[in-house]
Protein backbone atom coordinates (compact mmCIF):
# COMPACT_ATOMS: atom_id res chain seq x y z
CA UNK A 1 0.00 0.00 0.00
CA UNK A 2 1.52 3.17 -0.56
CA UNK A 3 1.31 6.82 1.15
CA UNK A 4 -0.08 9.47 -0.63
CA UNK A 5 1.58 13.04 -0.70
CA UNK A 6 -0.42 15.84 0.57
CA UNK A 7 0.43 19.42 -1.05
CA UNK A 8 0.16 21.74 1.76
CA UNK A 9 -0.59 24.91 0.20
CA UNK A 10 -0.48 27.15 3.45
CA UNK A 11 -3.07 25.97 5.96
CA UNK A 12 -5.01 24.33 3.45
CA UNK A 13 -4.15 20.25 2.27
CA UNK A 14 -5.77 19.05 -0.96
CA UNK A 15 -6.90 15.91 -1.06
CA UNK A 16 -6.41 13.54 -4.44
CA UNK A 17 -8.90 14.25 -7.54
CA UNK A 18 -11.24 10.32 -6.92
CA UNK A 19 -11.67 11.52 -2.95
CA UNK A 20 -12.64 15.00 -4.35
CA UNK A 21 -15.17 13.75 -6.88
CA UNK A 22 -16.52 11.12 -4.23
CA UNK A 23 -16.90 13.68 -1.71
CA UNK A 24 -18.47 16.27 -3.53
CA UNK A 25 -20.56 13.71 -5.05
CA UNK A 26 -21.80 12.85 -1.67
CA UNK A 27 -22.46 16.62 -0.51
CA UNK A 28 -24.59 17.51 -3.41
CA UNK A 29 -26.41 13.80 -3.49
CA UNK A 30 -26.99 14.72 0.36
CA UNK A 31 -28.37 18.30 -0.39
CA UNK A 32 -30.68 16.70 -3.13
CA UNK A 33 -32.05 14.44 -0.92
CA UNK A 34 -32.87 16.80 1.95
CA UNK A 35 -34.73 19.17 -0.56
CA UNK A 36 -36.52 16.51 -1.99
CA UNK A 37 -37.88 15.44 1.41
CA UNK A 38 -38.56 18.93 2.06
CA UNK A 39 -40.53 19.39 -0.69
CA UNK A 40 -42.57 16.51 0.43
CA UNK A 41 -43.36 17.42 3.34
CA UNK A 42 -45.56 20.30 1.96
CA UNK A 43 -46.98 18.85 -1.33
CA UNK A 44 -48.36 15.99 -2.58
CA UNK A 45 -44.52 14.33 -3.95
CA UNK A 46 -44.03 11.09 -3.18
CA UNK A 47 -40.15 10.85 -4.79
CA UNK A 48 -38.61 9.14 -1.72
CA UNK A 49 -39.69 5.90 -0.51
CA UNK A 50 -42.27 5.63 2.54
CA UNK A 51 -42.67 9.80 1.89
CA UNK A 52 -41.43 11.93 3.93
CA UNK A 53 -39.21 10.91 7.31
CA UNK A 54 -36.70 12.55 9.48
CA UNK A 55 -34.68 9.68 8.89
CA UNK A 56 -34.35 10.94 5.22
CA UNK A 57 -33.46 14.43 6.74
CA UNK A 58 -30.45 12.74 9.15
CA UNK A 59 -29.42 10.17 6.20
CA UNK A 60 -28.99 13.42 3.86
CA UNK A 61 -27.28 15.34 6.47
CA UNK A 62 -24.76 12.86 7.56
CA UNK A 63 -23.72 12.08 3.80
CA UNK A 64 -23.38 15.68 2.91
CA UNK A 65 -20.63 16.41 6.42
CA UNK A 66 -19.07 12.76 4.79
CA UNK A 67 -18.55 14.08 1.79
CA UNK A 68 -17.74 17.34 2.88
CA UNK A 69 -14.89 15.49 4.62
CA UNK A 70 -13.87 13.66 1.72
CA UNK A 71 -13.46 16.74 -0.31
CA UNK A 72 -11.26 17.98 2.00
CA UNK A 73 -12.93 21.07 3.12
CA UNK A 74 -12.72 19.94 6.84
CA UNK A 75 -9.19 19.51 6.76
CA UNK A 76 -7.33 23.37 7.15
CA UNK A 77 -5.94 23.61 10.53
CA UNK A 78 -7.59 26.01 12.65
Known sequence: MTK???IKIGRLH???MPS???GWTL??????TVA???VE???ALEAL???HSVFYLMG???VSVVGLWLAGVMDANA
Open 4 to 6: TQK
Open 14 to 16: TRS
Open 20 to 22: RVV
Open 27 to 32: FTLGLI
Open 36 to 38: VNW
Open 41 to 43: EFS
Open 49 to 51: PGG
Open 60 to 62: GIT
